[in-house]
Each structure stands twice: as C-alpha cells, then as structure tokens.
Nanobody, 115 residues
Framework: QVQLVESGGGLVQPGGSLRLSCSAS????????MGWYRQAPGKERERVAT????????NYADSGKRRFTISRDNAKNTVYLQMHSLKPEDTGVYYC????????WGQGTQVTVSP
C-alpha cells in the first residue's frame, strides 16, 4: 500500500545533469519529511538531501556547491532530486525515503557517472 518508486537514473558523463523522480503511493509526500540517500558498492549509505513537510530543504552531499536540489510536486505526489555537475564519486544507487514513522524506502535507481 505504501510505496516509493524511483526513476530517472542511468549513465551520464561527468559534468552532466540528471533528474531523479520518486513517485509515492499510499500517503501524501507533503505530510512527511522526505529524503534522498545513496549508496556506492561496499560503502555506507549516505544522506544526500531532505525536505521537511514544511518544504524546508537541506543538502548533505554536494559539498556546499549547490549541485543537488530536492523538491516535490504535491499534486503529483512526487519528490525530485535534480543533480548538476555530476562527478564519478556521485555514482551509486539512489533511494527515496520517507523519514518518519514508519520509515519507508524505495527500491533505488542506479546512477553511474562515467566517461
């Protein structure tokens, strides 16, 4: 019933852009804090960005250069992650997450940054 489905991942060259989408069902994204996490093979899961129910956003993995933008469309019940100036170290599986009880994770979408 409660589901998160990510899409938009793929192969992109360094310096390129990508927009990830997270389609939610079973709840309204405007009622929960939402986030994007990523995980590279063999590494710990890393928080990328969050957005509160009040639409306050935070970035964690773009080194203060504002390469990532998290947003949502309440009418579409969808959360987005817009990524610019992508680097090879951005490669990983990106997950959409509902951050409050009960926490819910999507299946992830692969992002590969490579020449």
């Amino acid at each position: 019933q409660v589901q998160l489905v990510e899409s938009g991942g793929g192969l992109v060259q360094p310096g390129g852009s990508l927009r990830l989408s997270c389609s939610a069902s079973g709840f309204s994204v405007s009622d929960y804090p939402m986030g994007w996490y990523r995980q590279a093979p063999g590494k710990e899961r890393e928080r990328v960005a969050t957005i509160t129910s009040g639409a306050v956003t935070s970035n964690y993995a773009d080194s203060g250069k504002r390469r990532f933008t998290i947003s949502r469309d309440n009418a579409k019940n969808t959360v987005y992650l817009q990524m610019h100036s992508l680097k090879p170290e951005d490669t990983g599986v990106y997950y959409c997450v509902r951050l409050r009880f009960p926490s819910t994770w999507g299946q992830g979408t692969q992002v590969t940054v490579s020449p």
